[in-house]
């Protein structure tokens, strides 16, 4: 079955340690997303990518990186620069063209302490 | 900043009833897009409308777009205790070469007692 696998579903840090969290999809798509969810919050978007060794900065860019050196892989660092780290992040693909939806993962919840 | 402001914020039926719940946006769009996610999990496509449609239908799902008023609704007839999650809106106002870029609204949390 194609779809989007995010690892790990929970993942604990210190403050002022980088951490990478993974997305990997095997749906084909062109463009990869990660979005940022706060308690009782909608999904607010960090970087986006269209195209391998592409990508760029949504809403919420500071203190994340990104990297698209293969299609089917979309990796965030968390840096020790973004001053509230903790959240649920959410990685989602889709195709490049107009009207497409995007597949999400089960996402990643970070805590930092 | 969101584009999608959701109306109800929390909203509480039976089992059986239909929910109707709301979004309004700021901008031109191309489409709106409904999805739904579950507790601690990701988001699940809907249902979408283009900017030039003003009512679909997928299964127990009604959505409306109103265009002039910069509004829609997603209605779920005869819920079940299953449809039991947080819904959102999100508009798409890409063109161009930029697509899918889209903005959530906060979210309307349903909960269908049995």
């Known amino acids: 079955d194609g779809g989007i696998t995010q690892s790990p579903k929970y993942l604990f840090r210190k403050e002022g340690q980088n951490v990478t969290l993974s997305c990997e999809q095997n749906?084909?798509?062109?463009?990869m997303y990660w979005y940022r969810q706060d308690p009782g919050q909608g999904l607010r978007l960090i970087y986006y990518?269209?195209?391998?060794?592409?990508?760029q900065k949504g809403d919420i860019a500071e203190g994340y990186s990104v990297s698209r050196e293969k299609k089917e892989s979309f990796p965030l660092t968390v840096t020790s620069a973004q001053k509230n780290p903790t959240a649920f992040y959410l990685c989602a693909s889709s195709t490049v063209s107009n009207n497409s939806p995007l597949h999400f993962g089960n996402g990643t919840r970070l805590t930092v302490t | 900043s969101q584009q999608g402001e959701e109306d109800p914020q929390a909203l509480s039926i039976q089992e059986g009833e239909n929910a109707t719940m709301n979004c309004s946006y700021k901008t031109s769009i191309n489409n709106l897009q409904w999805y739904r996610q579950n507790s601690g999990r990701g988001l699940v496509h809907l249902i979408l409308i283009r900017s030039n449609e003003r009512e679909k239908h997928s299964g127990r799902l009604r959505v409306t777009l109103d265009t002039s008023k910069k509004s829609s609704s997603l209605l779920i007839t005869a819920s079940r205790a299953a449809d039991t999650a947080s819904y959102f809106c999100a508009t798409d106002m890409s063109g161009g070469t930029s697509y899918g870029k889209l903005t959530f609204g906060q979210g309307t949390i349903l909960t269908v007692h049995p």
């Open positions: 749906l084909n798509h062109d463009a």
């Open positions: 990518s269209q195209i391998v060794n592409d990508f």
